[in-house]
């Protein structure tokens, strides 16, 4: 575990874009943050539960992207945000806001324009009937790359909050 003062800790929030996250995707953010001593914060339309220790519960409107909105509105530069929602996570990479998806992928500004292409191609493709849509099962596989990117990333934002 890494070491950091008491002010650097609490400057660093793990945001959650709770509404159509893996319960294990939730519980890790909420197991990790409490023992790095972090700030959790779920945002979603309705009350979503962890069983794996401390974490704040926001529940937003129930319009479109108001998760979105108040978890945009209300993180800053250090805070990492969990997402599968790529428009969001364009928004919040243009921000400077760390973030990653449920299977592990760290959004950047080298990657996140080409990603947001492909999701847009995909979903004309899906419109028009060329191409059906469907969900993926969430697998031990991709919760461990998603806890390996997890780690690394708020190792690094933790590294950085100390200098």
Same mark, same amino acid.
């Given at each position: 575990?890494?070491?950091?003062?008491?002010? !650097?800790?609490?400057?660093? +929030?793990?945001?959650?874009?709770?509404?159509?996250?893996? %319960?294990?995707?939730?519980?890790?953010?909420?197991?990790?943050?409490?023992?790095?001593?972090?700030?959790?914060?779920? &945002? &979603?339309?309705? &009350?979503?539960?962890?069983?794996?220790?401390?974490?704040?519960?926001?529940?937003?409107?129930?319009?479109?992207?108001?998760?979105?909105?108040?978890?945009?509105?209300?993180?800053? +530069?250090?805070?990492?945000?969990?997402?599968?929602?790529?428009?969001?996570?364009? @928004?919040?990479?243009?921000?400077?806001?760390?973030?990653? !998806?449920?299977?592990?992928?760290?959004?950047?500004?080298?990657?996140?324009?080409? @990603?947001?292409?492909?999701?847009?191609?995909?979903?004309?493709?899906?419109?028009?009937?060329?191409?059906?849509?469907?969900?993926?099962?969430?697998?031990?596989?991709?919760?461990?790359?998603?806890?390996? %990117?997890?780690?690394?990333?708020?190792?690094?934002?933790?590294? !950085?909050?100390?200098?």
């Amino acid at each position: 575990m890494t070491e950091v003062s008491d002010t !650097n800790k609490s400057q660093i +929030t793990i945001w959650v874009d709770a509404d159509s996250c893996p %319960s294990l995707v939730r519980n890790h953010a909420v197991k990790m943050g409490n023992k790095l001593g972090l700030k959790v914060i779920f &945002a &979603a339309n309705k &009350a979503i539960n962890s069983d794996a220790g401390q974490f704040e519960m926001i529940i937003c409107e129930a319009e479109k992207d108001a998760a979105d909105n108040y978890i945009f509105d209300n993180c800053k +530069t250090g805070d990492l945000i969990i997402t599968r929602d790529i428009v969001f996570a364009d @928004r919040l990479v243009e921000k400077g806001i760390s973030c990653i !998806n449920d299977r592990g992928t760290e959004f950047t500004r080298e990657m996140i324009k080409e @990603r947001l292409s492909t999701r847009d191609f995909d979903l004309q493709l899906a419109q028009i009937g060329l191409v059906k849509h469907h969900h993926e099962g969430y697998d031990k596989k991709k919760f461990a790359e998603f806890a390996n %990117s997890f780690d690394k990333v708020i190792h690094r934002l933790l590294r !950085n909050a100390k200098n």
